[in-house]
C-alpha cells in the first residue's frame, strides 16, 4: 500500500507520512506463533479470553471503510481513516499524546445507478413498488424487488469501495473491514424491528475485505430504538472538556447530539450516560423531493429556491403539528413518517382550510426549510444556556444549504452555528467516517450504541461481521 492520503479531501488534514503497520503480531504474548494448531492447543478459561489473545487485538489500530447512503438517497459515500485511541480511562485526551483520534485519508462519492435509486424509494414506502413497471427480467413483488436490490446495492457498494482503494492507491489487504449500514427501507422501532438492505456477502466477496452490517437490529434486541447510532461517535470523536458541544446532523432526517462537558469525575460509563441524542424531524428529505417535484434539480442547492419564497405561517404550524414533533425523547423516525405523499395530503388539507392563501411552490420550499430550522432550534435550545457561550456544530448535506444554516443561526441567537469542519472533519464525511468507527468498534468488541441515547437496557457490541 502506497500512500493513501493522496485522494482525501482538500478541507480535512492528510498524512502522507503515516506508519501503516495494523499492529498484526504473529505471536501471542507467550510467545507461540499464531497458527491454528497452537489455538487449538491452548486452553482458555473463556472464548473472552482466547479472543483477547487472538484475532481482536489486531483490530484494534488499522485502516476502515465506513459507507453511508442515508434517507435523502443522494448517493452513497465512503471514507478511509484510520483510528487512535489517545484518551485514558476517565475519557479525557492525554495533553501529551499528539496523535489524533481520527485520521481520514481518502474519500469517495457516487450516485445511485438511476433504476436502482428509483426502486430504492419505492421499497421505502409502504406497498411502493406497486408503483414500479418491472420489465421481462425484473421482479413483480415486494419481497422479490427487496432481494434484487440488496444484491444490486451489494454490488455498487463494492465498485465504490473498489473505486476509493485504486485512487487511493490502497491495498485490501491493508483495511481490516468495511462498514456498511446498507438502506434503511423501513424502521418501526414501535414494532420492534428495522430493515436495512444489504447483501454483505457480495461486498466482502468483490473487496476481498470483511464487512461489518446490521448496525441497528442488536440495540432493538436490548430494547433500544437502534438509532440514532452516531452520537456514540460523535462522544468519541468531539466530546471535550472545555464546554457542551451539540452536533446537528442534517441529512434526510435531522437528529442532535448533546455531549456534556468531559469531567474526571466522572467514569466512562457516566459520561456515556449524560451524552443525549434523538431525531429532531425531517430534513433534506422532504427538501429535496418537493425540489426534484418542481425543478430540473435534485436538491435545493445552498438553499436559493427557498430563500427565494415566503414562509407560510399557517402552513408551518399545521405541519409542526405532526404527532412526532411533541413526542419525548429517544425517539427517531424516517420515511414512514416523513414522506412526499405525507406532504401532499397536508398540502391538502391546508388548501380545503385555507382556501383564501395563494402560495407558490417556492413558498412551500421556504416554509419546509423553516420546519427543519425550528423544529431543530427548539430541541438544542433546552439544552443551552443563555448564559453561556455554546457552539452547534452542523454536518451532513444541509451543511451547505447557506439558507437553512442562516435560519437556524436566527432560530439560535445564543449559539454560534458552523459545520463540523470546524472540529477538523468535513461536514460531507461525518457519518461515512461514523460507520468505519462502529466497525472497529464491533471487531474490537466494544458496544457501539449509547442506551441513554437509543433507549437500550444496556450497551451491546453491535453488527454483524461477513469476514472475507
Known sequence: MTNPASIADTNDTTYSNMNFDNGKDNTLDNGLEKS????????????????????????????????MSGTSLDGMDAVLCQFNDNVNSDGINNDD?????????????????PRLREVLLALCQPNGVQELTPTDDEPNSELDWFGWASKEYGEFASDVVNTLLQQSNTDSESVLAI???????????????????????????????SVVSDFRRRDMAVGGQGAPLVPAFHQALFATPACTRILLNLGGIANITVLPALTSDLSNNQQADSVVGYDTGPANLLLDAWTALHTDNDYDAGGAWAQSGQVVEPLLNQLIEHPFFARSYPKSTGREDFNLAWLQDELQKFD?????????????????????????????????????????????????????????????????VETTASLGLNPAWVEAVAFAWLARQTLIGETGNLPAVTGASKGVVLGQVCFA
Not at 39 to 64: K, M, P, R
Not at 185 to 192: A, T
Open 36 to 67: 491454528s494448531d497452537n489455538i487449538d492447543d491452548l486452553n482458555y478459561a473463556t472464548l473472552t479470553d482466547a479472543l483477547e489473545q487472538t484475532v481482536f487485538e489486531s483490530f484494534d489500530d488499522g485502516l476502515y471503510i465506513g459507507m
Open 97 to 113: 499524546d499528539t496523535q489524533q483520534p481520527m485520521r481520514l485519508l481518502a474519500t469517495c462519492s457516487q450516485n445511485f445507478p
Open 352 to 416: 380545503q382550510a385555507s382556501a383564501h392563501i395563494r402560495y407558490s411552490s417556492a413558498d412551500v420550499q421556504a416554509t419546509l426549510t423553516e420546519l427543519t430550522a425550528i423544529s431543530a432550534s427548539a430541541q438544542i435550545n433546552m439544552f443551552i444556556q443563555a448564559h453561556e457561550s455554546s457552539s452547534v456544530y452542523v454536518c451532513g448535506g444541509g451543511a451547505l444549504n447557506d439558507y437553512l444554516m442562516t435560519r437556524l443561526q436566527a432560530h439560535l441567537p445564543h449559539c454560534i
Open 179 to 209: 462498514g456498511c449500514h446498507g438502506q434503511t427501507v423501513r424502521h418501526r422501532p414501535q414494532m420492534g424491528f428495522t430493515l436495512q438492505l444489504v447483501d454483505a456477502n457480495i461486498i466482502a466477496e468483490r473487496t476481498g475485505i
